[in-house]
């Protein structure tokens, strides 16, 4: 199995929704711990790398492509 690519920035799918009822996260923070930040109610949460990797589903908007599309505009 591939391993899945994310950074700073991106926004995710997770397995199981927030209890605001929105399954998408930020990630705002990288390193052992990974920090994610809830679309909707905007709370954030702290999750070792290994969990956060077992329970990403996948990655929805890449910061990476966003600012490569953002900077063809203008």
């Keep these: 199995m591939e391993k899945k690519q994310y950074q700073l920035g991106d926004i995710v799918q997770m397995k199981k929704p927030h209890p605001c009822g929105t399954n998408e996260m930020e990630i705002i923070r990288l390193g052992m711990d990974i920090r994610i930040k809830c679309v909707g109610c905007k709370h954030s949460v702290l999750v070792p790398r290994a969990k956060f990797e077992s329970k990403l589903k996948k990655v929805l908007r890449s910061a990476s492509t966003e600012a ?3 900077s ?3």
Excluded: C
Aim: aromatic share 0%; net charge negative.
């Design 72 to 74: 063809e505009e203008l």
């Design 68 to 70: 490569a599309q953002s």
